[in-house]
Each structure stands twice: as C-alpha cells, then as structure tokens.
C-alpha cells in the first residue's frame, strides 16, 4: 500500500499538454485535501493546485505555473484526482508529486502541512 500512486509523466514539446493521475491506494480521496508539487532540478517543492475534501465548496486554487495552464479535478468513482496541464513550457519539467491532508481543507499550503505523499512523475518539457 502506497497511500497515492501518480502516473501519466513522459517527454512532451514546448506547447503540449499532459494528463497526470493522482490514485488513491487504501484511502478514499474525496475525504482528504490533495495537492499536486512540482520540484524542478535543483529548486524546492512548491505546490501549484490544490482541492479540498470533496464536500469542501471552496474552488480549487493555483499558484505560480499552476494559474491559467492547470486544471485540478476529482474522478470519486476511480479514486483519482487529475492534473490536466496545457501550453507546458520547458520550466514546468521536474518531477511532479501529489499529497494527502486528512484536515481536508481548501488551498494550497507548505508541504509540511500534508499528510501522505506519492512518489512522483517525471515530466520533461524539451524540443
């Protein structure tokens, strides 16, 4: 058991979209707040869309690339959240990590205050 298993990472052109996945293994993701970082070479994690609980009304939010480029959505039936990214520019490579917080609250916060993680994709952005 994982607690979350991303996939959906690969090698894509400047301009090109990705579909990342975000399941949940052994835990129900509409009860917990999920997060989606993106840690590009050399730099430190830094959330970019975030959901609540699924019962949480609040918007999902972005932050920095994530705004505009990056849709955060939820698949209760599967289990998954999705991050759907569009017009990827080679700074959005690195590896892209999703996380769990039981508080099940709105908005994006430090990684310290999630409570599972997965172990990432790898998206690269490159001509």
């Known amino acids: 058991q994982r607690d979350l298993v991303e996939s959906g990472g690969g090698l894509v052109q400047p301009g090109g979209s990705l579909l990342l996945s975000c399941k949940g293994d052994?835990?129900?993701?509409?009860?917990?707040?999920i997060a989606w970082f993106h840690q590009a070479p050399g730099k430190a994690r830094e959330a970019v869309a975030c959901?609540?609980?699924?019962?949480?009304?609040?918007?999902?939010t972005y932050t920095g690339a994530g705004q505009g480029r990056f849709t955060i959505s939820r698949d209760s039936a599967k289990n998954t959240v999705f991050l759907h990214m569009n017009n990827l520019k080679v700074e959005d490579s690195g590896i892209y990590t999703c996380?769990?917080?039981?508080?099940?609250?709105?908005?994006?916060?430090?990684?310290?205050?999630?409570?599972?993680w997965g172990q990432g994709t790898q998206v690269t952005v490159s001509s």
């Open positions: 959901i609540g609980q699924r019962s949480n009304d609040s918007p999902a």
């Open positions: 996380a769990g917080d039981r508080k099940g609250e709105s908005g994006c916060h430090a990684d310290l205050w999630y409570d599972f």
């Open positions: 052994g835990r129900a993701l509409d009860f917990y707040g």
